[in-house]
């Protein structure tokens, strides 16, 4: 039998200021299965803390670690207030920590080796940051892809907005026939052949190739399947 972790919980803070060397917590269990981070949120007038204050982190477990929690931060001047991701530079787990749906935020910051799905519309009046590693892509087989309305977008060097192997499914993958998926969810693309998209896959020989689809100009389906 494995060892199952729980979730971190919640802390809800309304605060005029918020000081102090200790640490706020919503850590998930850390054992073979790891439970989630939580969420903490923190309205205030005066932020004392520092980002390495709040943990939300996954379980590090020895099996399959648990995705990471959020942290909402707003001040009372602002109106929709900041979310921030962040892995604290561990190892996160993949496709776990999903942004949730119909929320408007000042700023969205995933940093630390953060990994996040963002399968449904970002919406930002201010900037979408990734930094110190971290990644945003969406589930694979998303055909709504990853949408993200911002002021403006800010990738450090070591991090990525990563939609790769994140299309339609390949030969003999997750029930799929020799053939790989493409566009409408149709299997059309020939085995020994290289999906395509915008440019044309690779064949082997003697077999067809499979067709480029979409707009340069306004990229919104996902890639074919090999």
């Not at 073979?32 to 803390?49: C, K, L």
């Not at 709040?54 to 001040?75: D, I, R, W």
């Not at 020994?192 to 064949?203: A, P």
Request: proline content about 4%; aromatic content about 6%; glycine content about 20%.
């Amino acid at each position: 039998y494995s060892a199952a972790g729980g979730s971190g919980g919640s802390v809800n803070l309304d605060v005029g200021e918020l000081s102090g060397s200790g640490k706020i917590q919503a850590r998930g269990g850390a054992l073979e299965q790891s439970g989630a981070g939580g969420r903490v949120a923190v309205s205030y007038n005066v932020m004392g803390f520092t980002p390495a204050q709040f943990e939300v982190l996954g379980g590090q477990g020895t099996s399959a670690k648990g995705g990471n929690g959020t942290l909402f931060l707003k001040s009372k001047a602002e109106t929709y207030g900041d979310l921030i991701v962040d892995g604290q530079s561990l190892s996160s787990a993949n496709d776990k920590s999903p942004i949730p749906a119909g929320y408007t935020f000042n700023n969205i910051v995933l940093r630390n080796s953060a990994v996040v799905l963002g399968d449904h519309p970002l919406n930002i009046t201010g900037q979408l940051r990734l930094e110190n590693n971290s990644t945003l892509t969406h589930t694979r087989g998303l055909e709504s892809g990853l949408l993200i309305n911002a002021s403006s977008v800010f990738v450090d060097p070591t991090s990525r907005i990563d939609v790769s192997a994140r299309g339609y499914r390949g030969g003999l993958q997750d029930g799929a026939p020799c053939e790989g998926e493409t566009l409408g969810g149709v299997f059309a693309v020939r085995q020994f052949s290289g999906g395509s998209y915008g440019g044309l896959g690779g064949k082997g020989s003697g077999n067809p190739e499979s067709i480029a689809y979409g707009s340069p100009s306004e990229p919104i389906y996902l890639g074919s399947g090999g």
